[in-house]
Each structure stands twice: as structure tokens, then as C-alpha cells.
């Protein structure tokens, strides 16, 4: 067996409890030192869209406010994602680390963690752990309180204006942007929200420095990365990764021998065939070579067995339902996308259709108001395109 | 005071009256009750002091929160991918056969009630399934038996 190609790294999930000492030395440093450690070890947002963390603290850290907020988003519900979870019941208190230096440098007192529903068999467990940490903050006189906010099973909560208003208590419906969160979040104040994995990651570039975690990954995409491979693969599960691995190495390393395509970045990403494997890179779209995914971690392995209709189907339903139907292209566009593979696949529509089906889904990334509608196209188009045969015969 | 308006109020109590408790008192009922009725939804924008379609509109767009009653235990089977690869229609078919019900409907002691759901976050454990707050994984028809008989049984010896 001439497997593991990739090395496999153990920043996040080490198992170091030195929380009061990283903390004392956070808060004691300069709020800038602080906010160039982080820009300059090259971090950026892990849920996927991956904007520079740095850059969005020290943007809510210049606005004027007499309140402000710090928030982590739980609610992991991309299809295939499920690393929130582990780092939440492994290493809660790397993540409430970087919550408490957050809420430092913007100057917040209070915070929250937006767990989603299908994960509040956590709380419990969390809130022992929050109750800890306070007596620690007390002891630093850190004057922040960090709260534990429940979803209720809606996966379009986790866009983060749609995530604030479901605080608010109203429907999770994203609002327009700009103004951004770093302005106007949470009860139209200036507000810090960022993934479970970004705030851990935090931890450890407090902890070690910036150049450990830069060292690691390409170009513009620097540090490791949590990925949750399921699918046809033996070793299903969570696995830290440097970014910048080609999908064939991924394949080779984690695949069964027999994987026809990988789904990157869950049903709101994108699908490589085969044969764009080796042409493939996992990270952030900017300066790399060839086709490079953004991705939120979720790899879904499928092997020739699996009929990628079935998988198409099964991720336009998941989008049918999980539409907030606010604006008319995403949920028209969704239920129209499904009934046109639907139509070609009985033969109601010519397979001339699918490439009408396309140019919908192409006018869904123009004018959907928010990145669910905007990108049902990514999976949509990259399935169609590269499986046409499958989705007529 | 009905039993509902007393719940309503003392999660108010509980959770304040912003709009930002609205969330938690309406998953607070949801607990209770199994499911958020009209009259607990008329109570809850009183006590808030907003209208009733506000608190309607809330409790709707939620899977999570229901305005139909459903039974004491909710089965939440995830039907996304993964876990239907690897065998969720399977889970479903076991679950009616134990259960004696269809998919969506509640059994006649008003006990469980059988639904699918979207992507749990087990995917690397699929099949897998929610009974309330407690997520099962790994599931094979067998199992699913065993958890059932079990939440049974723990009704058997609670009456």
C-alpha cells in the first residue's frame, strides 16, 4: 500500500489546555501587535467564503460603539460538514479563546455561539466549560460573557445576516448587504461573526506566532485546514490537511479505489469528475495554478456505483426545502431546476433542456440575494456539465 | 390561567420580552408541548407585546418548531446525501415496520413521531437519525430495533 500522501497536521485538535496563559499573554499585548499576528499569518474565514480574519476584526475594532458583539457561527449545515461539531465537543475552550481576545480587541462585552438545533445535545457539555471560562475572565478582569443562542434547524441561518435576524427572533431571511456585519450585525451593531474552526485556529497563531501557521498551505490559501471526508471512502471522518493538495492525492489518500468524482465544499459547491482530479487544488480562489475550490472542508467521495442524478436530486430537494423563499430567483429557481431534471429524465423534455436548465441556474448566481440561491449554479452546472449522459439516460 | 398561558409566562420570565427572546420562548414551548399552538402563539405576542403574525411568521420558518402537535419522542432520520448512500431508506422502512406508522405521521399512543430531516452534521456516520435532542449513528435496521424497544421500555416502567 503506497498510501498518505498528504501529511496529516494536529493544530487544532491537540489536546493543550494552557488557556489561561495564551489568554494572559493575549490581553496584555497591544490590540495592533495582535491584529497584525493575525493578518499576517494569512487566516482566513473557515466557513467557506473565506474572507481575512484580521481584516474583519480590525475593520469592527475602528467603528465607534458603545456595543458590539462577538459571535461564532455553530450552525454548520452545509451537507457533508460536520468539523464544527468535533472542535466544539473537543476543544471548546480554544474556540471561547478567541471569542475573549476578539471581544478585547473590538471592544465587546458580550458573546455569543450560535449553535444549531440538530447539535444541542452539546449545550450541556458547552455550558460547564462557558461557566469556566467566565471565573477564568473574571480573574483577568476581562469584563465579556459569552451566551450559547439555539437554532432551530435552518440551514440558511448559517449565512451570517440571516444568522442575526434569527437572533432577533424573526425568520432567518438574509438581509442586503452592504452595510456588512463589521457596521451593522446582531441588533444593527457592529459585530465580529466568524466559524468555529476560524475562532480555534486563532488559538493556536496566539499561541505559537504567525509563521507556524503561514509555513503551512500555498500562496494564498496559508494553514492547515479541517476537512470531513465521507461518501465512498474507508476512513470516513475529520482530518486536518495543509491546503494546496491536489483532489488526486486527495482521492488516492482517502478514496476507494474506484472514486468517479468528488463533491467539494458540500451541495453549495462544486463537483470534480475524474479526470479534472490532477488539475484540481484545494484552496482559496486567488493565485493558484489551475482550478482552485474554496472550500468550507466538506469532501463527499462518490465512486462509479453512484447514480450522480440521484445526487444532483438529492441536493436540489435539500435546496427546495432549505430556500428561505424570500426573493423570487432562488425559490422559484430551486423547485424549476428540480422539475426540469426531473421532466429529461422521463423523457418529457428533450436533453436540449438541461441547457436551459444551466442558463437558470447561471441567472440564479446574478440575482439571488444571498449565497444559498447564488450558489445552487456551483453544483448545479458542475454535475450537468460534466455528467450530461447520466442525468438523460 | 390556562396551563399554556402560565408555560408562556414563565418563559417570558425566563427569557425576557425582546424580540430576541422569541426564538427561545417559542423553542421552550416546543419542548413542552411538542408543538406551538394558536392559542400559545396569541399568548406569546401578548406577553412580547407585538402582533401574532409576527410570532407566527417565526414559528413557521423553522423545521425544528412545529404548530401540529407531534408525538413525545421526534425521529429526525437525515435524508442528504451520505446518508442516504449508505442506507437511509432502509432506516425509514425499518422504523415504519416497528413503529406501525408512514413517514410524517405520529403513532396512535401519541409517542413518536417519524420524520426525515436535512444533513445532521454525522455524515461520516450515516446512516444516522435525532430522537429529540439525542443523535444515533452507524444505524442498521437491527439497531434501529434495539433503540426503539429501548424508549419503549423506559415508557413501560415510567407508567
Known sequence: MNKKHLQRLDLIFKNEHDTEKILEKALARPDDDLINDLISSGLKGRGGAGFPTGLKWKLTSEVESDEKYVICNADEGEPGTFKDREILSSVPHKVLVGMAVCAKIIGSRKGYIYLRGEYKFLKPQLLKIIDDFHKLLDQLNLDFRVEIFMGSGAYICGEESALFESMEGKRGEPRNKPPFPTNSGYRGKPTVINNVETLAHTYSIFKYGPEKFRDLGVQDSRGSKVFSVSGDTPIPGIYELEFGMTLQKFVEDFGDGDAKAVQVGGASGFCVPRKKFDKTVIGYQGKLTGASLPTGGSMMIFNSSRSMYNVLHNYLDFFVEESCGQCTPCRVGTQQLLLGIQAVKKGEQPSSYLDKLMELAEAMRVTAKCGLGQSVANSFSSIVENFKEEMIY | ?159
Not at chain 2, 420570565?13 to 425582546?18: A, F, I, L
Not at chain 2, 419522542?73 to 432502509?90: D, E, L, P
Open chain 2, 1 to 159: 390561567m390556562s396551563e399554556v398561558k402560565q408555560l408562556v409566562k414563565d418563559l417570558a420570565e425566563e427569557h425576557g420580552r425582546e424580540m430576541e427572546s422569541l426564538l427561545p420562548i417559542l423553542q421552550g414551548i416546543e419542548t413542552r408541548e411538542q408543538h406551538i399552538s394558536q392559542e400559545a402563539m396569541v399568548e406569546v405576542a401578548r406577553e412580547l407585546n407585538i402582533s401574532a403574525a409576527k410570532v407566527y411568521g417565526t414559528a413557521t420558518f423553522y423545521s425544528f418548531l412545529h404548530t401540529k402537535p407531534l408525538g413525545k419522542y421526534v425521529i429526525r432520520v437525515c435524508k442528504t446525501i451520505t446518508c442516504m448512500m449508505h442506507g437511509k431508506n432502509q432506516i425509514i422502512k425499518e422504523l415504519e415496520n416497528v413503529l406501525k406508522v408512514e413517514l410524517g405521521d405520529t403513532t396512535h399512543d401519541g409517542k413518536f413521531t417519524l420524520m426525515e430531516t436535512n444533513c445532521l452534521g454525522q455524515c461520516h456516520k450515516g446512516p444516522a437519525m435525532l430522537i429529540n435532542d439525542t443523535p444515533y449513528t452507524e444505524l442498521t435496521p437491527e439497531k434501529v430495533r434495539d433503540i426503539i424497544m429501548q424508549y419503549r421500555n423506559e415508557e413501560m416502567h415510567a407508567n
